[in-house]
């Protein structure tokens, strides 16, 4: 019963896996049989040699086979193996290892209160944040609200507090009063926008969920500061500030679940710190005893601790083995191993930049769509193709391949959707990290090669623009677009598949524009836009980041001539108008969604110039002035962004049968010019991702 194979068997044959489909594991004959580990590294019970780029399960920080922690664990086995902590007894190091995590966490978390495992100090933190506000007088404040994707553990209180479906599926959960909100999960959820914009956004979510629910009734927001089994979802800057402000402003308690980010991972103790944030309670496990021994711990912070030591009489809680007195002096050794190593700083100025640097290398590669890292934790995103972006679908299997070609090579990742995750011990050297790099480079290149990247991508571009789909999962936004050639543009982008955003004056007159293009089975939304007023510019982007994602496609379709009459001294207002609508409403609207369009890996601009002038005597000049002026500036705005994805042309639309072109023209009979929808095409084929003019104006060709 000793070789590997007999190990293996013997396992399958009477151990049901967590998180493992145990029908597998005993199809393929039973478990790797992993014997032995030193520093970051493990061997298997044949002798093979891996690289652990996880840290065991994101816990072992200072790595394995430290003699030092055997020696405190056997010592204090010997002195006292354990006792509890129940009525009114502590032990040495159950009070040294309080007083040192009240020390490490942010000011305010001055107790702790022990358990065994993450889940079961998330499963506390749910009672004891409920039993704060009953003896607050508010009763009503039970609901939690956490967030998709959020993993606080596997009993039925973390479970519900986290995002991941499957588990809630098994049993029936979550239990009643857990909400949740969207993650800051940008590459999937919002690639197209810029940081500042999303992080506003995801952690307005909150702010929207708390106002459905009603503040009364929510106890407390919980947060993972990065969050790792859900993908290392790395939030960006700007959203823990605002997470804060909003549980301040609406009085929900604040929940750190440090269990990975504690400990040093991203170069400070806990995630909080280095988010800046100051939570009124926190959970911290794993790196607490790099696993060396099972144990965690809730931190109470003032508020809840005074309250519950004034008024909470007996705290009907807890577990036989809270605090247990060898994983306490093992857990304290730990951390003094962590200080006495500078493992801190090591993550913060030395590896967790090094790591950063050399992941960066892998963005080359034709399916990685990002890698991204903090301190010492990061994730590589794969897509099967870059630009226009396309997943794999389903999601999943790529990732999963890559990840046991990794682990066939040496060096063990984890996969979570199509993402390569990983959190080395804070140990790795830089050849360590050269190592997963590079392992990780060559087994893409070997995935590639087995399923044909390049030629499935291909088939699938091709696809999409034979169904005439070609600005399918675009998002476009068309300014005036309530009557003329903006209406049929938006209509248009929308039959290409473009989900639209129509901005103009009134909403009134968009609804309709709107509506059509539902009832035709797009996409569309509506933004009441003043041209004439910078403020309403301004504010425009915030609106349209509230409705959408992303935006790749911008119609500046904004050229409205003032009134023009024949006199000398309205000719200087007219031009002082015209200027100042035609070209800085453009120039205004440039400016404010550059960022958002330089988010998109194909940011489109086409500026309309007008066909029409509105007036019985137009004054062509001051018309030609400002028609001049748009393709200086489409020029400018072209070559300042040659380097980038950004591309940016103009429609000439020349005459068209608009209400517009009819008031300028009355002498004209309207049925002997093209309809606006006749224009549309070129528009279409401007806005493709694959469009590379830039810097053009083109003018409308009707065949
Ligand atoms: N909170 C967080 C943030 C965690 O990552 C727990 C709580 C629960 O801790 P315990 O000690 O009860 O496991 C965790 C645990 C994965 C994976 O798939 C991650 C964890 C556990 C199991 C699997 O990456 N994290």
């Given at each position: 019963m000793t070789d590997e194979t007999d190990l293996g068997r013997l396992d399958a044959a009477h151990h049901l896996h967590p998180f493992t489909d145990n029908r597998i594991l005993k199809e393929a004959g039973g478990p790797l049989v992993i014997a032995a580990g030193k520093g970051c590294d493990l061997w298997d019970e044949n002798g093979h040699q891996y690289f652990d780029a996880l840290a065991g399960l994101w816990c072992v920080a200072v790595g394995y086979g430290r003699r030092e922690l055997a020696d405190v664990a056997h010592e204090q086995i010997e002195r006292l193996a354990y006792y509890n902590t129940f009525f009114r007894t502590t032990t040495a190091p159950t009070a040294r290892l309080a007083a040192k995590l009240a020390e490490l966490t942010p000011d305010g978390l001055n107790h702790a209160i022990f358990t065994n495992s993450g889940s079961e100090a998330n499963d506390t933190i749910a009672r004891l944040t409920r039993h704060f506000w009953a003896l607050e007088?508010?009763?009503?404040?039970?609901v939690i609200i956490g967030r998709d994707l959020g993993y606080h553990g596997s009993t039925l209180a973390a479970i519900s507090m986290g995002g991941i479906t499957s588990m809630m599926e098994q049993g029936g959960l979550p239990l009643p009063d857990f909400d949740r909100i969207e993650a800051p999960y940008k590459f999937l959820n919002a690639p197209g926008l810029p940081d500042k914009v999303y992080a506003r956004k995801a952690a307005r979510a909150l702010q929207k969920r708390i106002d459905e629910l009603g503040a009364d009734t929510v106890a407390a927001f919980v947060a993972e500061p990065i969050q790792g089994a859900g993908g290392v979802i790395i939030p960006p800057d700007g959203y823990f500030s605002e997470i804060e402000k909003i549980c301040r402003a609406n009085d929900v308690l604040l929940v750190a679940d440090e269990v990975i980010c504690g400990f040093g991972r991203l170069g400070t103790w806990t995630g909080s710190e280095y988010f800046g944030i100051k939570p009124d309670m926190m959970a911290l496990a794993k790196g607490l005893s790099s696993g060396y021994q099972p144990i965690a711990a809730v931190m109470v912070g003032d508020r809840v601790a005074n309250v519950l030591l004034e008024?909470?009489?007996?705290?009907s809680h807890g577990f036989t083995y809270s605090g247990h007195p060898v994983a306490a002096a093992v857990a304290l050794a730990n951390i003094e191993i962590i200080e006495r190593e500078g493992l801190l700083a090591r993550v913060r100025d030395d590896i967790g930049p090094y790591l950063a640097e050399r992941l960066k290398t892998l963005e080359d590669h034709p399916i990685v769509g990002e890698a991204r890292s903090c301190g010492f934790i990061g994730a590589v995103e794969l897509v099967?193709?870059?630009?226009?972006r396309v997943a794999f679908h389903p999601p999943g299997i790529v990732a999963a391949v890559v990840r046991d070609q990794m682990q066939s090579a040496g060096v063990i990742v984890r996969s979570v959707g199509e993402a390569l995750v990983f959190a080395p011990p804070l140990i790795a050297t830089h050849a360590q990290i050269d190592r997963l790099v590079t392992v990780m480079r060559a087994s893409l290149d070997e995935v590639v090669r087995k399923v044909n990247h390049t030629v499935q991508a291909e088939l699938a571009a091709d696809a999409m623009l034979q169904n005439g789909r070609s600005l399918e999962g675009r998002v476009a936004l068309v300014t005036g677009a309530s009557r003329g050639l903006g209406a049929a543009v938006a209509g248009r982008l929308a039959r290409a598949g473009a989900k639209v955003v129509l901005a103009a004056r009134s909403l009134t007159d968009l609804d309709a524009v709107a509506n059509a293009i539902r009832e035709t089975g797009g996409e569309a939304e509506t933004v009441a836009l003043d041209l004439s007023d910078p403020a309403s510019i301004e504010a425009l982007p915030g609106q349209v980041a509230d409705m959408v994602d992303?935006?790749?496609?911008?119609?500046?379709?904004?050229a409205i001539l003032g009134p023009i009459g024949p006199t000398a001294e309205q000719e200087t207002e007219a031009w002082g108008e015209t200027i100042a609508i035609d070209l800085n409403a453009n120039f205004r609207l440039l400016r404010a969604f550059h960022d958002m369009l330089s988010a998109s890996d194909a940011g489109r601009v086409i500026l309309v110039s007008s066909g029409a002038a509105r007036a019985e005597l137009a004054d062509w000049s001051a018309y030609a002035a400002a028609k001049a002026g748009l393709e200086a500036l489409l020029r400018a705005y072209a070559a300042e962004t040659a380097n980038s994805p950004i591309r940016v042309n103009g429609v000439d639309?020349?005459?068209?049968?608009?209400g517009m072109r009819a008031s300028a023209f009355p002498e004209e009979d309207p049925e002997t010019l093209p309809i606006p929808e006749r224009a549309c095409e070129v528009f279409v084929q401007l806005s493709t991702p694959m469009c590379k003019l830039t810097g053009a104006v083109v003018p409308v060709s009707i065949d």
């Open positions: 007088g508010r009763p009503e404040k039970r008024r909470g009489r007996d705290l099967r193709q870059k630009k226009p992303r935006l790749d496609i911008l119609v500046a379709n904004a639309p020349g005459a068209l049968r608009t």
